[in-house]
């Protein structure tokens, strides 16, 4: 048995099809990443996978129980993060504990003793009394997420869970996930951050406009993609250098990030001899040369039709 | 870790199933109290607006103000039961905390009592103080006790209901469904035999009286402190329950419309 399971999910608001034709299946254990740009349909898979909204055709099932027929059953073993930290400011990070436990049908012994300990994984426990109004942006991110874990469910789904986070918040948030992955707990992740997708997720699916272009472990979405990098730098560099490397011999395109370019290529031996060329023919030294291996950043922009703008076009946050 | 498999049908697994609903919706409604009933507009609309209709209408009419206290203590239900929900959802979509209760492994309908049970305690606390004005300011009597108790238990229920039901309309701005549902509400308090009996209004309105149920919590308000009444008070019981269940199912269907 599949613990997501999704066939043929089809989602129109209006005239505008915001997923289309999606089809995937996550296996129980497994750490699965939406990745995609804004407003490519990541939130709303989560809102049909929770049962929030509905499809407008296909199906879904969690663990076996059709979302939309079985849906409280299908709900239980579900913990969910949603994009927006939805605490209750008027109660206390405590009240807030409790209340989810009490959602979710949590045993009152087992209440406090989960809340207690939650609170303090996410170092909010020295905060439970006080109301949630006054929280900062990251403790307001990690309560959300404590009180998504306040069931100990075996799926979680957590949309966006880091972005725009501080550090602190940040590395505590991939922390427990971490271990809940290796506790076995089966994770369902949406992220428009192609770093965090390719640490974190066994597998990702790329998705642009409601369509999914790929699905596949973050190596093999790589070794799709012919092209390496050179990324070089000289001793001094200047916005017009940008024009000339992109015009060297088997340079398929140059971007300038800081004070280095970075050379796409499928034949980095030849790009090596032309930049030292072009260095000697200017004068310029060459301070550094490395070569890398695509990165997923490559596969999504060939997949998604991104243009690269400037530097990145994925938002590390 | 609880179990996953609500299907078996045994007698057990259906008494489970029922306390963990009924519990889901009690903690909801207790975070409905905690939450909001404090909130500015709740206050005026709960409370600060029945007392100055009744103020209005005990110097219009020139009447004993002893004798209005059944009415004024069927428009304070009236207006503090339905006036939780139409603030609180409105205010818990724009926050999203609506999208908990919307996902959380609970029916619709438990959602929609949960709700309505935080307007229904609410607005029996507020009618107590137009209870004991009553009682020590004008020496109103009481001729039957136990029926008013019924009668402000249900006729409170309906109208926390009939809030609840107004607020699965889907917007983020609390005016939107405050007003939509005054265009309801206000009318309610002419043609119901609040303030003016019903054989007093014109034939049309004494018709639509039939439809409303202030109608029916009234007469049997006024049954309980008077003795006599428009209909009989086992037949205003029956109304109002009919009316809680078309509110109660409308309302479910509702919010399960609105979540495209
Ligand atoms: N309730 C809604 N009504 C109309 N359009 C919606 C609604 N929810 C989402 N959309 C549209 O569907 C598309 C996908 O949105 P969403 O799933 O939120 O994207 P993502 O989470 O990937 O950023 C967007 O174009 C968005 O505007
Ligand atoms: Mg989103």
Redesign the interface.
Known sequence: MHAIEVSHLTKR?GTLTALNDVNFSVDVGETFGFLGPNGAGKTTTIRIL?????PTTGTATI?G?DIGR?T??A????G?V?E?S??????TAW?NMI??A?????RRDIREKKATELLTTFDLYERRDDKVHGFSKGMKRRLTIAMGLV??P?LLFLDEPTSGLDVQSNLIIRDVITGLIHEGVTVFLTTHNIEEANLMCDRVAIINRGTVAAIDAPERLKKTIQSVQSVVSFDHSSADQLADVSRLPMVNDALKEGDKFRLYTEDPATVIESVMEYARSGNLRVISISTLGPSLEDVFIKLTGLQRTGGMVHAID | ???????TGGPEQWFTRIT?EL??AW??SR?DM??YYIKPNIIVMGILFPFFMFLAFAIGKNAPPGTLIPGLIAITLLFSASSIEPVSIPIERR???F?????????LHSLVFGESLSGFLYSLGIACFPLIAGIILFATPIEHAPVLVIAMALTAFCFATLGTLFAAYPTENVGEVMSMLNTVRLPLIFISGVFIPISEIPQIGQDIALFSPLTYGNDMITYAYTGTSLFSPLLDILALLIFILIFQFVANRLYKKF??
């Open positions: 608001f929770t049962g929030i909204s509905y663990f129980h079985d409280i059953a709900r239980q073993s579900m969910i949603s927006t939805n605490v209750y400011d008027d109660l009240q209340f989810s009490e959602l979710y049908h949590v069931n100990s075996l | 870790m609880q179990s996953t498999d609500d299907k963990r519990s889901a903690a909801i975070k905690i939450t926050v999203k905390t999208d908990r209760l919307l996902s959380a492994p609970i029916s979540n495209e």
